[in-house]
């Protein structure tokens, strides 16, 4: 776990999987507008492709996530914010997972929501969030071991762009899912590059 090629896969490799999830399932629910509708109406009650989005898709995308912090743990140096930022990463991880536990009722906008529609966007809103607290530990975190700035400084940037865009993510939205997806790929991209100069640093103290 510790070889420090797999610090870059298992974010890329999550990247992909949740990507190719995503066009699987679009391609397979009629009428479906990836810029117009949320990424959860893939896994929504009634949906589809409903389960195998949820449990193939979703799931594994975040197992992958968790598999990324267990690589942090054993590479990074000692400090407080690595913990802090492992931790808020399985926390990510668990909110997404959790939010595929409890899909949304079909469509995602139903007039009286079930509780697993309320319990959906709840964990789906706090894993943006947890996203975005991650980048910021992490980025800072970088300045222990990394000797360019790039991933404290796109960390910043990434956050305030993400946290901005959060408010476009609603119902009442017409791009709402462009909006969704711009967030996921700025998120992923951190990650990505992170590990990125966490593979090309040849000794992290």
Not at 10 to 30: D, H, R, Y
């Amino acid at each position: 776990m510790k070889n420090k090629k797999w610090v870059v896969v298992f974010p890329l490799l999550s990247f992909i999987w949740l990507a190719v999830t995503v066009i699987i399932a679009g391609e397979n629910f009629s009428d479906y507008n990836h810029a117009h509708q949320f990424i959860s109406e893939l896994g929504a009650s009634g949906a589809p492709l409903s389960f195998e989005v949820n449990y193939w898709g979703f799931f594994p995308t975040e197992i992958l996530i968790i598999l990324f912090s267990i690589n942090l743990y054993f590479i990074l140096p000692r400090s407080k914010l690595k913990w802090v930022g492992i931790v808020v990463l399985n926390a990510y991880a668990l909110s997404y997972m959790l939010a595929a536990v409890y899909p949304c009722d079909f469509g995602c906008r139903p007039t009286n929501p079930s509780m697993s529609n309320e319990l959906h966007f709840l964990f789906g809103g706090l894993a943006y969030l947890l996203g975005v607290v991650v980048i910021l530990v992490l980025a800072f975190e970088s300045r222990h071991w990394c000797q360019s700035r790039v991933p404290l400084v796109s960390g910043g940037c990434i956050s305030v762009v993400v946290l901005s865009m959060l408010g476009t993510i609603d119902l009442e939205v017409e791009y709402s899912g462009l909006m969704q997806r711009i967030c996921e790929t700025l998120i992923y991209s951190w990650f990505i590059l992170y590990a990125s100069y966490i593979y090309r640093t040849r000794s992290i103290k």
